[in-house]
């Protein structure tokens, strides 16, 4: 695998704070901090959709030849959730394997990254799946920072991070949440939230009700997750995983059929299996309530992509392929409940710290609905 050591350098950062509602005129103001000569350009904007929690704004030069741009600013408090030195930090180094956009510039609330061409790929095309499959597979056989001497699943750590985060205990969460507002929801946001169609702001002391689940019996839960993955999965190797493998992360370029993954806000060590695992649930979609049952992807589907993934897992050492498939296809549906699991938590989080958000997308039903599921498969993943 090639590396570019060339781009192994922190971005300049900028102390500023960019205003989300003013992208289009601060976001060429920051550009020309590092291309100057965009101050005499004509700039297309584009904002960007698929981004959940973050405001992202593309520009696009009027020449075909440059370069184009896009800034992020993140969402509000997700610095809770996420750390955003590790993401940073992520990306410049899989840059290096070109396997991440480059990040140009920093600020305090958001970064300047190249744009990567393509689309979403179509998961009801089931052709994409081996682009998927090898890509998948060539980003899992890099090498961590260490050479891979010291890897650990990470997943555990997460669930906990999150768990302490929603269970009131934690002190900066608590302090965050005296200075948030609800939005103002109107009469007909009133009158969507009381038929059910869209979310009131949850608070610290209604999270528990909202799962229908203890955080006692959360914890339990994660100890026996751990106890399980230490004592069941230890065979499965450990990978820097991305961990958000829905299909609005996998962009194909038409005209090269080359496949780019984005967004790293979730990268870290994890058992490879659940970036397939993920994948595959996720085929459900981004709806509050996704028909998870009827949208997971038949057992000849599963080992197709398998395959094609064993065949470029250079990390992997698998002297019979082809009995291969058929064994992980069991174990990544072993995994649903932890996919499940870490979604929900995350989902409910981001209903709680920016509560902004619940009128573009009603994050405390699709937490309900994915916990549901977990609640569903864990006796499959204990029983492994």
């Known amino acids: 695998m090639q590396v570019t050591e060339h781009l192994n350098q922190q971005p300049l950062h900028i102390n500023i704070e960019l205003n989300s509602s003013d992208l289009e005129t601060c976001g060429p103001r920051l550009v020309c901090l590092v291309k100057q000569d965009w101050i005499c350009k004509t700039i297309h904007f584009e904002k960007l959709t698929d981004g959940l929690s973050n405001k992202l704004l593309a520009m696009f030069p009027s020449s075909k030849d440059e370069q184009s741009l896009i800034v992020r600013i993140y969402g509000k408090n997700s610095d809770l959730i996420v750390d955003r030195k590790v993401e940073i930090q992520t ?11 480059q990040v140009l510039l920093t600020f305090n609330n958001g970064f300047l990254y190249t744009y990567v061409p393509g689309e979403q790929i179509n998961i009801d095309d089931e052709s994409v799946d081996l682009l998927v499959a090898s890509k998948l597979a060539e980003y899992h056989s890099i090498p961590s920072d260490d050479n891979n001497q010291n890897k650990k699943q990470q997943l555990v750590e997460k669930l906990r991070h999150y768990l302490n985060l929603l269970n009131g205990t934690n002190p900066e969460l608590k302090e965050r949440l005296k200075t948030l507002k609800s939005p103002t929801m109107g009469v007909l946001g009133t009158i969507k939230a009381t038929v059910g169609l869209q979310s009131w702001t949850p608070s610290l002391d209604s999270l528990e009700s909202i799962l229908d689940y203890s955080w006692s019996q959360l914890a339990d839960d994660i100890d026996a997750i751990e106890n399980t993955l230490n004592q069941n999965w230890s065979n499965i190797p450990v990978v ?12 194909l370029d038409k005209k090269t059929h080359t496949l780019r993954i984005i967004d790293f806000e979730h990268c870290f060590h994890n058992l490879y299996l659940f970036d397939i695992a993920n994948y595959f649930v996720e085929f459900a979609g981004l709806g509050s309530s996704p028909d998870w049952p ?12 398998l395959a094609e993934y064993l065949k470029h897992a250079h990390f992997l050492n698998c002297e019979n392929i082809e009995n291969e498939p058929n064994k992980l296809s069991e174990r990544c549906y072993r995994l649903i409940a932890l996919t499940h699991l870490y979604w929900s938590l995350w989902a409910l989080l981001e209903a709680l710290i920016n509560p902004e ?28």
């Open 240 to 251: 820097f995983c991305h961990n958000d493998t829905q299909s609005r992360n996998f962009l």
């Open 294 to 305: 009827s949208k997971y992807p038949s057992v000849e589907r599963r080992k197709t992509f």
């Open 91 to 101: 990306m410049v180094r899989l840059s290096q394997y070109n396997m991440s956009n």
């Open 357 to 384: 958000a619940l009128s573009q997308f009603d994050y405390v039903t699709y937490s309900k609905s994915r916990f549901n599921q977990y609640k569903l498969h864990k006796s499959h993943f204990f029983a492994s």
